[in-house]
């Protein structure tokens, strides 16, 4: 069951087994009615007796028993942050004694900073999670509860949440193609004549211009009335395409991490700017997410980058959906560019008008193996053959070296000429 703060209930049924408790006391009137037996001791028999009276009426199975587990629902934080997980276990049927215990988790820092077992009120654990790496984190705990007398012993594991850790981005502005931007007000100065801040040019008076725009020192000096043209401010849609297919193991699947960081800055940096922002993930499971602005966009479009939540929309074919992509929207691509349908994508994206450029996460070669000098500058040659068929079409790429920032590759994009007609 889901609370409204995003909190779940977990019900389980527990099953018991014989505690340490059992073995000792068995252990001991063995013990004694062997002794008892060798040396003809009748008191021996007496000592035994009520450990065996206790043996028999042990409570073996308890399968009414059934225990509720309140965990933290979903957390999300940054890497390295740190974030309280509490979880809340009770006995809805029958009578235990409750303990917890976090299970480990690869990756993932956990502190105890506060756990009671059960007795009047609920077992507790109150726990401190950090991680150095963006990524999901399931989280679970073993439950080990013990029966009034003491006899009988379950363990059982549960969900305890999840953890989402997002990355942390380079805080550097990205820089966009140059392309016609819609008539919506933002932070992109333009070349077009409208309202905004920066001076453009002096016109003599029109009938409907607004008396604000008149310029009174030239129109004194002139003798009739002027008005200044300023150049309009716009904003642009940008519309983040992440290739999610399946890649060879190896450098192809360790470009993950820079596809993911560069798709996460990108959106940051056109949030920043006042830019709607989308994404859309091809590859095993599309998924898209509508174009919005604000910090909370940020968010959703990380969730939908990892798979989470639920905000985003599952789709079917290799192609970016039609209503994924407003009209004339700026696409930012990162891929590894070894899968056919995802440069068919691109080209796809780009024959609808809209400007394409992509960045190449890949490394090196896909290959596990040191590669042959040949057969390296061959690989070279094949990629930059690549680059520039792509390039013929519309579509520029660039390549994401070491030691170099996001923002210095973007800056290597030529400009587009020409706009094409956007196509529906």
């Not at 006042?274 to 091809?282: E, K």
């Not at 696409?331 to 995802?342: C, E, G, M, P, R």
């Not at 400007?355 to 094949?382: C, I, S, Y």
């Not at 079409?393 to 956007?422: C, F, K, Q, S, Y």
Request: proline letters at 6%; hydrophobic letters at 45%.
């Amino acid at each position: 069951m889901t609370h409204r703060d995003g909190s779940t209930t977990v019900d389980a049924e527990l099953r018991w087994r014989p505690a340490p408790l059992v073995y000792m006391l068995a252990g001991c009137a063995a013990a004694a009615l062997v002794l008892a037996v060798v040396f003809g001791k009748w008191q021996l028999v007496v000592f035994a007796a009520p450990l065996l009276g206790v043996l028999a009426t042990a409570p073996w199975q308890q399968s009414s028993t059934k225990i509720q587990v309140n965990d933290g629902g979903t957390l999300r934080c940054f890497e390295s942050e740190e974030v309280v997980l509490t979880v809340a276990a009770s006995v809805e049927a029958g009578h235990a004694l409750l303990r917890m215990k976090p299970d480990k988790v690869a990756g993932l820092g956990i502190e105890i900073e506060e756990a009671n077992d059960s007795a009047a009120a609920p077992a507790g654990l109150r726990l401190g999670l950090t991680a150095q790496r963006w990524g999901r984190y399931p989280l679970s705990v073993r439950v080990s509860a013990l029966s009034p007398a003491g006899l009988s012993l379950a363990t059982v594991a549960l969900p305890a949440g999840q953890l989402f850790v997002y990355p942390i981005t380079d805080p550097q502005r990205m820089r966009l193609p140059r392309t016609e931007l819609p008539e919506r007000l933002g932070t992109h100065l333009t070349r077009k004549h409208g309202p905004g801040v920066e001076y453009a040019d002096i016109r003599a008076y029109a009938p409907g211009d607004q008396l604000r725009t008149v310029n009174w020192p030239v129109s004194a000096r002139r003798g009739r009335l002027y008005v200044t043209e300023r150049l309009t401010n716009r904003s642009a849609d940008v519309v983040v395409l992440v290739d999610t297919s399946q890649q060879a193991p190896g450098p192809a699947t360790a470009s993950l991490e820079l596809l993911v960081r560069g798709a996460a800055q990108v959106v940051q940096s056109t949030l920043q700017a006042g830019d709607r922002t989308a994404v859309v993930c091809l590859g095993q499971q599309p998924r898209w997410l509508r174009p919005d602005i604000g910090r909370r966009q940020f968010y959703r479009i990380v969730d939908t980058v990892l798979d989470v939540g639920e905000e985003h929309i599952t789709t079917t074919g290799t192609l970016a959906p039609h209503r994924a992509v407003p009209l004339g929207a700026i696409i930012v691509a990162f891929s590894t560019l070894l899968d056919t349908q995802f440069a068919l994508a691109l080209i796809d994206l780009r024959k609808r008008g809209h400007v394409v450029v992509v960045v190449d996460v890949l490394r090196g070669t896909p290959f596990h193996e040191n590669l042959d000098t040949t057969l390296a500058k061959m690989w070279q040659l094949e990629r930059a053959s690549m680059y520039r068929d792509m390039a013929t079409v519309g579509v520029n790429i660039v390549a994401w070296t070491e030691n170099a920032r996001l923002d210095e590759v973007m800056r290597l994009i030529p400009e587009h000429r020409r706009t094409v007609r956007v196509r529906r």
